[in-house]
């Protein structure tokens, strides 16, 4: 008997007169699904513990030109070249930098579309302030796709109290969307870099790769005792 699935003439025409069913379309293939399979070839080739497409660099996507097909290769690393480019682009900041009062609303306000901001309030003379900017400095270069700003607390806000101190706003588009104030917020002087950069992170002001909580899990009792009373405090404020 013939295979009703045949390309043959008869066939289209009992096709046509519904005598047979239509043949069924083959599905489509994406790009992706080639990038998929392409994947999977490679990893086979080079073991199981090899890098994904999305870790090799441009060189090591040179070299699989000579055994993979060229075009789909030629056309990732395409992707990947704009990537780069944009990513470059956006990389403009790298340092830690002061400003006054002044500056606040370009450098802050107006920092750009789609841009994080952190600001540092601070007062020299305050160790734990210093720690800070020695932190911000570095993960500055860090992140350089964040634009990282100091200023001295009353040049930048008249009056702002120095038991705020250190205070670090954080911004994007323009728009506050978290605050940390005062030393309790950051554990005083025992904290460490990492604690600071989990904290920007979930804030999402940084890309940082830390996920989990660096701080210890057991605080000190002194500063349990201090951050109840500075709730006690805001909650006596908010009775006014």
């Known amino acids: 008997m013939q295979n009703p699935n045949d ?10 007169k519904g005598i047979i069913p239509e043949k069924p379309k083959e599905k489509e293939v994406t790009e992706d699904d080639i990038i998929d399979i392409l994947e999977s070839t490679i990893n086979q080739k080079t073991g199981r513990d090899a890098k994904t497409l999305e870790d090799k660099t441009l060189d090591e996507l040179d070299e699989l030109e000579d055994e993979e097909d060229e075009k789909v290769l030629e056309e990732y690393r395409r992707k990947r070249m704009a990537e780069i480019k944009a990513l470059a682009e956006k990389s403009k900041f790298g340092d830690l930098r002061e400003i006054s009062a002044q500056d606040y609303v370009s450098e802050v306000n107006n920092a750009g579309e789609d841009v994080w901001v952190v600001l540092h309030l601070y007062k020299s003379g ?33 009056n702002w109290p120095d038991r705020n101190l250190p ?14 104030i ?10 460490t870099e990492a604690e600071l ?8 002001a940084v890309p940082s790769k830390i996920k989990e909580d660096p701080r210890p899990k057991v605080r000190d009792v002194l500063f349990t005792n201090l951050q109840k009373e500075k709730e006690d405090d805001l909650s006596d404020s908010n009775d006014w």
């Open 7 to 16: 390309d043959t003439e008869w066939n289209d025409i009992l096709r046509s």
């Open 197 to 204: 950069e989990w904290m920007l992170g979930q804030a999402e």
């Open 182 to 191: 005062g030393a309790i917020e950051l554990r005083g002087m025992k904290l």
């Open 126 to 158: 305050i160790p734990l302030c210093t720690l800070i900017n020695q932190y911000l400095a570095s993960l500055a270069r860090k992140f350089p796709t964040t634009k990282f700003l100091k200023s001295i607390s009353t040049t930048c806000i008249p």
């Open 167 to 180: 205070t670090l706003f954080i911004y994007h588009n323009g728009n506050m969307t978290k605050q940390i």
